[in-house]
Nanobody, 116 residues
Framework: QVQLVESGGGLVQAGGSLRLSCAASQSIFSFNYMDWYRQAPGKQRELVAGITKGGSTNYADSVKGRFIISRGNADNTMYLQMNSLKPEDTAVYSC??????????WGQGTQVTVSS
């Protein structure tokens, strides 16, 4: 079965940076889309950034200009570079992959905490 494992979360001060990694058990090019979601306490899960197999990217308005989603050279890794972090970025960040039609895979998440 497909496995996604996130890493790179932690505690950082406002204005700092973190890079999250998502390691997949197979080539990320076997997926049509890969995305980063986040969920803060008391809030719904929201899409942060996504990338298609062809390399097209999209970002939530709240992170545009600060976050960058990319793929690693190893073909089984996806990254989320997070810069200029704000306290409101605090959440559990989860890696998600979609393969059409109707296949969805989730990692267990990594905690990101941004202090004031």
């Amino acid at each position: 079965q497909v496995q996604l494992v996130e890493s790179g979360g932690g505690l950082v001060q406002a204005g700092g940076s973190l890079r999250l990694s998502c390691a997949a058990s197979q080539s990320i090019f076997s997926f049509n889309y890969m995305d980063w979601y986040r969920q803060a306490p008391g809030k719904q899960r929201e899409l942060v950034a996504g990338i298609t197999k062809g390399g097209s990217t999209n970002y939530a308005d709240s992170v545009k200009g600060r976050f960058i989603i990319s793929r690693g050279n190893a073909d089984n890794t996806m990254y989320l570079q997070m810069n200029s972090l704000k306290p409101e970025d605090t959440a559990v960040y989860s890696c998600h992959a979609r393969r059409n039609p109707g296949y969805h895979y989730w990692g267990q998440g990594t905690q990101v905490t941004v202090s004031s």
